[in-house]
């Protein structure tokens, strides 16, 4: 096995289409355990820590770019990230333990492509746009777009995550990200569920993305969850409609950590609770 850590995404690229069964490595939080248990067998291991655009937060057209490759402990310490964009904060924080936090990064989390990956339904409410890199150039993609299903994504070969875009956030704005796990930590979401909104100066909805982790082959945009409290003041009969188009969107596995009607069920309760906490956030932002 191979080990190389270029200091361009350029050449990043370049190695990734150079020899087939190359991975990437970003924590290794994932695919270290993935090697350890035979899962996996790279012949080129791609480390893409040395790479100055995967490693830096910064300020983009009022809105933020994080590098792919800036981990869950660097996001908390951020002065200013955490009053925009709470959400998204504390959805990279519930992965794994405090030693797991120090490596674990927004990209690896993306691109491990497990359904019930923690940050991906507060980047997909958040409107976040994953900047890829490979041999043929650069494109945006919506985080929604880019996992397909369990360990499918819509990346190209050689192609990678350089950072996530952030879009701007108008006053009265902000999110929330809640998850389901039988034990208060070091678990993987039975259901998560991420919510962004936006109100007027009257505290109506005027904004919103919902998204569900773990209820589906992939993590989802709800759209009709988010129709059905624009336009509200979250009051009870939008808080039932959130519910309502929350479950409506699952279809869950049924294992010993959930069964479906459980899933559905708590999909619908972290919705409307993730909302509420976003709802609260905003009126102060
Ligand atoms: C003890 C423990 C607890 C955990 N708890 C949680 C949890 O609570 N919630 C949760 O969601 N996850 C959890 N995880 C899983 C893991 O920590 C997260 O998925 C983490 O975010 C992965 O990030 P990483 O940087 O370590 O990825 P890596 O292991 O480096 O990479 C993961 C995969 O993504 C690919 N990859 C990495 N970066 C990129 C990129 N920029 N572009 C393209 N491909 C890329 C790699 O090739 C690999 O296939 C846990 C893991 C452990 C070991």
Redesign the pocket.
Known sequence: MRYEAPETVESAAALLQSTAGA???????????QMRGDVVDPTLIVD?KRIAE?RTVTEEKGGWRIG??VTGAELKEHPRLKNVWPGVIEAAN????TQ?QG???L???L??G?P????VPALIAAGAVAALAGPRGRRDLPVEDVMLGPRRLA?EPGE??VSFLLPPRPPRSSDAYLRFIPRTE????VVGAGVSLTLDAAGTITAARVSLGAVAPRVLLVAAAAQAIVGSRLDKPAQDRLEAAARAACAPIDDKRGTVEFRIHVAGVLARRAALIALDRARTA
Do not use: E
Not at 94 to 97: A, E, K, M, Q, T
Not at 186 to 189: E, F, G, R
């Open positions: 991975r990437i490595l970003a924590g290794g939080t994932d695919l270290l355990v893409i995967t792919a490759a519930l992965i794994g333990s797991v490596r674990a990064t990209g690896g989390n691109c491990n497990s019930a990956a923690d940050s990346l990678f995550v070091m678990d993987i979401a």
